[in-house]
């Protein structure tokens, strides 16, 4: 009798193994094509996963919306434009430039030809045009030229004539 209760013991213990090492052999093997599924996805459409975007698709991006914006007004031919999407306005809402923004429109900025353009992919429109001034941000343009500032020259000091000695330079040894 111990004997088949031994016998009986060992056999569900085989079956108890046998469905554990089921379940873990199903479990990787839906971890391996889900693994697979997220790198294909990875490949070809980065994007849908929140990944940054690769060289290709942001150079097309660019050289689509470069060929868009080209349609409405003429470009600088000599140089790429850096390009910029607003994703928050209010914290740039207080800048000329951007006084009529949305959140989603493009920035096109050429720093050589020191322009740059906001243009509105939603409406097919350009909203600003403006001057570029490096390091101090992006000026409208309005129909006519702002006067330029004048140089005001800042005076030389002049030295003194006779050197004056100091307490610690006329002390002796």
Same mark, same amino acid.
């Given at each position: ?42 490949? %070809? ?7 940054? @975007? =690769? #060289?290709?698709? $942001?150079?097309?991006? &660019?050289? !689509?919306?470069? /060929? ?24 740039? %809402? ?7 923004? @949305? =959140? #989603?429109?493009? $920035?096109?900025?050429? &720093?050589? !030809?020191?322009? /740059? ?42 030295? &003194?004539?006779?050197?004056? /000695? ?8």
């Amino acid at each position: 009798m111990e004997e088949e209760t031994t016998q009986s013991a060992e056999s569900a213990k085989k079956t108890v193994n046998k469905g554990l090492i089921a379940k873990i052999a199903t479990y990787l093997v839906v971890a391996a094509i889900a693994a697979g599924g997220v790198y294909l996805i990875a490949q %070809k459409r980065p994007s849908l996963i929140g990944l940054p @975007k =690769n #060289g290709v698709e $942001v150079q097309a991006e &660019t050289d !689509a919306l470069v /060929a868009e914006v080209g349609k409405l007004i003429a470009l600088p031919t000599d140089e790429k434009p850096t390009v910029a999407t607003i994703t928050d306005i209010d914290k740039i %809402k207080d800048q000329p430039f951007f006084k009529n923004a @949305k =959140n #989603g429109d493009k $920035v096109l900025i050429y &720093t050589t !030809a020191n322009k /740059a353009i906001l243009y509105r992919p939603s409406e097919r429109r350009i909203i600003e045009v403006g001057a570029v001034n490096i390091g101090g941000g992006v000026q409208p343009t309005t129909g006519s030229p702002t006067p330029a500032a004048k140089a005001t020259p800042t005076p030389t000091p002049k030295p &003194t004539s006779t050197p004056v /000695a100091t307490p610690a330079e006329t002390a002796t040894p």
